[in-house]
Structures are given as structure tokens and as C-alpha cells.
């Protein structure tokens, strides 16, 4: 059974960082893509970032190029997303997921596994 539990969310003030972290278990975590999300309040879930199996392709939402880079680490079996200079809009929900099939490089909308959240409240 695979699961992702994401860690490290919290309260920041604006201009602030903060660094998730997703563990996943149940799987050969080198092998997959992992994406991040988020959901704001009344807001449908998007897409943030995500990183190949292979660690050699990212992608980046256009809100937070240039401030959040995501990584991973595969002996420890961990993606991260490192957020800086942090707004009020990044609030949100934030998640990890990966997919059920393989993918060089995975369309949001593959993504099927998911973590429970970790919450980010930026305030101004």
C-alpha cells in the first residue's frame, strides 16, 4: 500500500520560507514522479511542482517560479518543496502525490496517489 505523509507546513510571516517534506512508503520511491499541490479555501486544488523519477525534469506553476524549487532524495525515500519569499496568496492546503503507473514525466491529471496535507498560512 502506498502512502505519503507530508510534514513541515505551518505559520510564516510574509517574505518567510518554509520546507515541506512528503515521506512515501510502500513502493520503490526512485522509480516515480512526484507532483505538489495546493488548495486555498474556496479554491479548486492546482498544480505547484513536480520532479521526474529521474530527477533530471521539473516543472513549476508560473506563481511560485523562482521561489519554491522542489527535490528529492531517493535513500531516503523524501520529496521536498523549499518555498521562499513566501505571499499570503500561497496559503493553502498543500499536498504530495504520485501516480500509480510509470511516467517520464507525469500529466497532473495522472496523478492518483496522495498524501493528507500540511497546511501553510502565510500572513501579510
Known amino acids: 500500500q502506498v502512502q505519503l505523509v507530508e510534514s513541515g507546513g505551518g505559520l510564516v510571516q510574509a517574505g518567510g520560507s518554509l520546507r515541506l517534506s512528503c515521506a512515501v512508503s510502500g513502493r520503490t520511491f526512485s522509480n516515480y514522479a512526484m507532483g505538489w499541490f495546493r488548495q486555498a479555501p474556496g479554491k479548486e486544488r492546482e498544480f505547484v511542482a513536480a520532479?521526474?523519477?529521474?530527477?533530471?525534469?521539473?516543472d513549476y506553476a508560473d506563481s511560485v517560479k523562482g521561489r519554491f524549487t522542489v527535490s528529492r532524495d531517493n535513500a531516503k525515500n523524501t520529496v521536498y518543496l523549499q518555498m521562499n519569499s513566501l505571499k499570503p496568496e500561497d496559503t493553502a492546503v498543500y499536498y504530495c502525490?504520485?501516480?500509480?503507473?510509470?511516467?517520464?514525466?507525469?500529466?497532473?491529471?495522472?496523478?492518483?496517489?496522495w498524501g493528507q496535507g500540511t497546511q501553510v498560512t502565510v500572513s501579510s
Open positions: 520532479i521526474s523519477w529521474s530527477d533530471t525534469i521539473t
Open positions: 502525490a504520485t501516480t500509480s503507473r510509470w511516467y517520464q514525466f507525469p500529466p497532473s491529471r495522472r496523478y492518483d496517489y
